[in-house]
Antibody
């Protein structure tokens, strides 16, 4: 069974960089698939942040592209998100997820999510 | 960017009745559409992909239909555990875009 688990600080100061890691178990990232980050502000809908292929190719939401970096560490079977220059608008639950390829680019396995609050 | 619009925003239905949720794309997404269910405090769960294929373990009372710009998620006989928020998502123009609808809240009438 594929499992994903987000980890990282729950509180980040404005203008600083948000950093999260997603640990994957039950599947080797090196075997394929895209791996993505999605966020959800409190009481609002879902927003795709970006995704990374196991080879390291990255794809970002154009609206966040200038501030986002996603990387992968296949030796640790995990991938990471960095979002720079955060503001209160970046307060959200951040999810990591596995993204399909062969039958479609939907998100079939999700982490439980982690709330990140941007506040001084 | 392809905009996904879901309707209604809130749907009130009695247990045992049928629920029909709609999703419209601003341009054709072929059959590259997924539906997700999200309960309070939980991550979204994949229900349907390819517009009409149920994901592993999803009960047969959930069905998806449509193609192009108009899509429907139908829950044939609502169970108590089905009351949640439902999101549609298009992945037709990956990786140039990857967008969700704003969600439909399905509540008990």
């Amino acid at each position: 069974q594929v499992q994903l688990q987000e980890s990282g600080p729950g509180l980040v100061k404005p203008s600083e960089t948000l950093s999260l890691t997603c640990a994957v178990s039950g599947y080797s990232i090196s075997s394929g698939y895209y791996w993505g980050w999605i966020r959800q502000p409190p009481g609002k809908g879902l927003e795709w942040i970006g995704s990374i292929y196991h080879s390291g190719s990255t794809y970002y939401n154009p609206s966040l592209k200038s501030r986002v970096t996603i990387s992968v560490d296949t030796s640790k079977n995990q991938f990471s998100l960095k979002l720079s220059s955060v503001t209160a608008a970046d307060t959200a639950v951040y999810y990591c997820a596995r993204q399909g390829i062969l039958t479609g680019y939907y998100l079939d396995y999700w982490g439980q999510g982690t709330l990140v609050t941007v506040s001084s | 960017e392809i905009v996904m619009t879901q309707s209604p925003a809130t749907l009130s239905v009695s247990p045992g009745e049928r629920a029909t949720l709609s999703c419209r794309a601003s341009q054709s997404v072929s059959s590259n559409l997924a539906w997700y269910q999200q309960k309070p405090g939980q991550a979204p769960r994949l229900l349907i992909y390819g517009a009409s294929t149920r994901a592993t373990g999803i009960p047969a009372r959930f069905s998806g239909s449509g193609s192009g710009t108009e899509f429907t998620l139908t829950i044939s006989s609502l169970q108590s555990e089905d009351f949640a928020v439902y999101y549609c998502q298009q992945y037709n123009n990956w990786p140039r875009g990857y967008t969700f609808g704003q969600g439909t809240k399905l509540e008990i009438k």
